[in-house]
C-alpha cells in the first residue's frame, strides 16, 4: 500500500493525537480537508491561526475566552451572586449548553486527587475564596464529578468557605430523566435514595 507524503502524514500524525479521532479518523479527516481545500482547509486553518493567536484564560474565572475577561464575567446579567464551582472548562461549556444557569462559573483546574499529587496549592481554591469575598456572593454551587476526588473537593472547598456568609450548594445526583432503576449502578441508585424529595 502506497503512503501518503511525509508532510501529509505528518499531519495524520498531529490530527491523531487529538482527543476522540484515532488515525484512521485523522486519515480521513486530512483527506476530506485536501479534497476541499478552499471551501474547509484554508478557513479552517484561518481559524485556528486567529485562536491560536487570541486565546487565553479568563483572569476572573479561568474559563477559555478571547478576552482577558470573558463575556460570562463582564454580563451584568450573570451578577446573580451565584457561582458554580467546575473541575475544567469542558465542564463549564457543558454547563453552558444546558442554557438553565445564569451565573458566574469558576473553574478549578482539576479536583484533589493524592494518587495525582494534585493539592490545594494546584488548585484554584484561594481564588475562589477571594471572588466570594470580593464579589459579595451568595451562593457557591459545587458542580464537581461523583467521584471520590470530586467529593474530596467539594468537602474541601466547604471548609475553606465556612467563615463567610455563603451557601454552599452541590447539584443534586442520582436516577437521571428517564432512567430504569435496571440498569444503574449502585453508587446511582444510593445516591438517588440520599437525595430524595417529597412528592
Request: glycine share 10%; hydrophobic share 45%; charged share 20%.
Amino acid at each position: 500500500m502506497e503512503r501518503a507524503p511525509n508532510e501529509i502524514e505528518a499531519l495524520i500524525a498531529q490530527i491523531a493525537r487529538l482527543p476522540g479521532l484515532g488515525p484512521r479518523s485523522a486519515r480521513r479527516l486530512v483527506l476530506h480537508l485536501i479534497q476541499r481545500r478552499d471551501q474547509s482547509l484554508r478557513p479552517l486553518l484561518a481559524a485556528l491561526d486567529r485562536v491560536a493567536q487570541s486565546a487565553q484564560t479568563c483572569s476572573a474565572c479561568g474559563n477559555i475566552s478571547t478576552l482577558p475577561v470573558c463575556e460570562i464575567c463582564t454580563a451584568p446579567k450573570r451578577a446573580t451572586g451565584e457561582i458554580c464551582v467546575v473541575e475544567d472548562v469542558a465542564d463549564l461549556w457543558a454547563m453552558e449548553r444546558g442554557g438553565v444557569f445564569v451565573g458566574r462559573y469558576h473553574v478549578l483546574g482539576g479536583t484533589l486527587s493524592a494518587l495525582d499529587a494534585v493539592g490545594p496549592e494546584e488548585l484554584r481554591i484561594p481564588e475562589l475564596v477571594a471572588r466570594v469575598q470580593a464579589e459579595g456572593a451568595r451562593e457557591v454551587i459545587l458542580a464537581l464529578a461523583a467521584t471520590v476526588d470530586g467529593q474530596t473537593t467539594a468537602h474541601y472547598i466547604a471548609d475553606a468557605l465556612a467563615g463567610l456568609d455563603v451557601q454552599v450548594t452541590a447539584l443534586a445526583q442520582g436516577v437521571p430523566m428517564g432512567g430504569e432503576l435496571d440498569y444503574l449502578d449502585d453508587g446511582t441508585i444510593g445516591a438517588a435514595l440520599r437525595a430524595r424529595k417529597a412528592v
